[in-house]
């Protein structure tokens, strides 16, 4: 079966770097998908990545390891409006997502 | 319009009774999604368009049905509601569906089946 894990809640300290980590098995994969969801509102697109290694993108960082089915987010200087749920999705052989159930960051000052 | 919305923004319906719920887009996406959100599950797929005029089944397809009569519009129709139905339901779109492309969603309608 298709299995996306990620740690339920994590919690941080604002100023401070937190790594949420993903583990992943699908039947195919055409890339690895990162989203950001505040409480009571839609995702949004955070990262993709298709090929191993590091993307980063301000703040926030990805990695991706295909042999390991494994991937994480990386996040910097945490704010206090970075507290939030993330959201790690594959995109399966058939290109539909396949979600996680989400990790719930808490940050606290 | 700017993006994807959604309507209505909340309800609570009597179990047994038919619900509509509507998406419609403006970024001449060709593929859109119907999710539903519970606690503790990940979002799942109930149904998809590739493009207008086609649609497909998703993970849960299970009491809901959709149509595609246009590229901008999407409705979700729930024949006869129960409460396992409750849940927040979101759409979703992104430029197509054979490729990579990161979805958009719309705000979520979020339903009670009573």
């Known amino acids: 079966g298709q299995n996306i894990d990620q740690p339920t809640e994590m919690t941080a300290t604002e100023g401070a770097i937190v790594q949420i980590n993903c583990t992943y098995q699908t039947s195919g994969f055409n890339g690895l998908f990162w989203y950001q969801q505040h409480a009571g509102e839609a995702p949004t697109f955070l990262s993709y990545n298709v090929l191993d290694g590091l993307e980063e993108k301000g703040r926030f960082s990805s990695f991706l390891s295909r042999s390991k089915g494994y991937s994480y987010l990386l996040l910097k200087e945490l704010q206090m409006k970075d507290s939030a749920s993330y959201l790690c999705?594959?995109?399966?052989?058939?290109?539909?997502?396949?979600w996680g159930a989400g990790t719930k960051l808490i940050i606290k000052p | 319009i700017a993006g994807i919305t959604q309507a209505p923004t909340s309800q609570i319906l009597a179990a047994g009774r038919r619900m509509t719920l509507r998406c419609t887009q403006d970024m001449r996406h060709n593929a859109m999604y119907w999710y539903r959100q519970d606690l503790g599950l990940g979002l799942r797929l109930i149904h998809y368009?590739?493009?207008?005029?086609?649609?497909g089944k998703g993970e849960v397809p299970d009491g809901y049905s959709v149509s595609r009569a246009n590229t901008d519009d999407f409705p979700l129709t729930l024949a006869s509601a129960v409460p396992s139905q409750t849940s927040v339901y979101f759409c979703?779109?992104?430029?197509?569906?054979?490729?990579?492309?990161?979805?958009?969603f719309g705000p979520g309608t979020r339903l009670t089946v009573l």
């Open positions: 979703a779109s992104s430029v197509s569906s054979g490729e990579t492309n990161e979805q958009f």
């Open positions: 368009s590739n493009t207008a005029g086609t649609t």
């Open positions: 999705a594959v995109q399966d052989s058939n290109y539909q997502l396949i």
